[in-house]
């Protein structure tokens, strides 16, 4: 299927023109959705663009100039315009810090795009390519989107963005129809939203670092300053990286240091920031040395992980049986990640112990193959 050509975007930096707008795009069943934006010294993005793409046309917000943004917000918040997006983890974000709401409904294409079965993790210039044969190319992401005036290269991209979001939003919504998976879109799109919101929270960073081999009592101090660099890095408005690397945080948690001297071999801690951050760091520890057992974060060590070795193998293979049957990727179904934890637990509790991941129709289609499988009996 070809389309057409899509007409020249039209900037939109008045207030009354976007009132205007606003006004039409409520009255739409689905509007195309997209954000343009700069974020390479500050916690939070500095956001140029809303792209807007509805049944005429696209709009290229201009948020530098835009002063009351109401408009946009009822949009957003309208329950009865679908909000479709590609792919939009960061533009979740980025609509809760400058508008101080979430898009609902919203419609995720690449999500859609896995669950009709063209593939895990396509992007967006691929999507239009499988369903338009349109060939967009890679245009100019990476520019200076605060800086006025937008170049027409600026312009041109940034309308492309989101002129194919509603026609791939109909032939995606079809092929899931087709499937009957239109349910399990609505789960998928759900958990976009919970996971968005989860990482506004103080323990998100926390949650993605990678920490083999730390105790529960160093798992306690990693999460300490976790939080506490999150918060630091939110008042000053600075990547987390710019306060304390996450090696510094792991290395800092595995070594549990009890005077500044302890501090010296910490990997990527400098004599000044030892200075400016080393008694808030000692005092973190302290806490986390202080807690009761029962009050410990829970771990999966390495020794857990080689024991259940056996049983995250016969279940990566009953995934990926599944998965195939489904032609979706494994590690949509089920990410590795959360396999192994599934697997150690399970193997130390003597049951399957489902994790909170694998919920609504992934554990409806896993239930039946893994509780006739035999994995966990043979151990």
């Known amino acids: 299927m070809t389309l057409p050509p899509p007409p020249p975007p039209e900037v939109v930096d008045r207030d009354d023109r976007l009132a205007g707008l606003a006004e039409r795009w409520l009255r739409e069943p689905a509007v195309g959705l997209d954000t343009e934006f700069v974020r390479e010294r500050t916690f939070f993005a500095r956001l140029g663009l809303i792209q807007v793409a509805d049944s005429e046309g696209c709009y290229l917000v201009d948020m530098v100039s835009i002063g009351d943004r109401s408009p946009l917000v009822a949009v957003v918040q309208a329950p009865g315009v679908t909000k479709v997006f590609h792919s939009p983890s960061e533009d979740l974000e980025i609509f809760h810090n400058a508008l101080g709401c979430a898009p609902v409904p919203l419609f995720d294409c690449q999500v859609a795009a896995t669950l009709c079965g063209l593939g895990g993790s396509l992007g967006y210039v691929h999507l239009v390519s499988r369903l338009f044969d349109v060939e967009l190319g890679k245009g100019v992401q990476r520019s200076n989107w605060l800086r006025r005036p937008l170049s027409e290269e600026q312009v041109r991209y940034a309308g492309l963005d989101v002129a194919y979001l509603l026609p791939a939003h109909e032939r995606l919504q079809a092929g899931l129809r087709d499937l009957a998976r239109e349910a399990w879109a609505e789960e998928e799109f759900d958990r976009l939203l919970r996971n968005a919101e989860a990482r506004l929270g103080p323990s998100w960073s926390y949650n993605r670092l990678r920490r083999p081999g730390l105790s529960r009592r160093q798992l306690a101090a990693l999460q300490a300053v976790c939080e506490w660099r999150e918060a630091r890095a939110r008042r000053r408005d600075v990547p987390r990286g710019f306060v304390l690397k996450d090696e510094t945080l792991v290395d800092v948690a595995r070594r ?36 009761p057992e029962d009050r410990l974060p829970d771990r999966l060590d390495r020794s857990g992980r080689r024991s259940s070795s056996g049983l995250s193998e016969g279940l990566r293979k009953l995934v990926a049986g599944v998965a195939a049957e489904l032609d979706v990727p494994a590690e949509f179904l089920v990410p590795r990640r959360t396999l192994e934890a599934w697997a150690a637990r399970s193997l130390e509790r003597g049951a399957w112990i489902w994790p909170p991941e694998i919920e609504g129709w992934r554990r409806s289609v896993l239930r039946p193959e893994v509780e006739r499988s035999g994995l966990l009996e043979s151990r």
């Open 256 to 291: 549990l240091p009890r005077t500044s001297e302890d501090l010296a071999p910490v990997k990527s801690l400098g004599p000044r920031q030892a200075r400016r951050h080393g008694p808030k760091l000692l005092d973190l520890v302290r806490g986390a040395r202080s807690l």
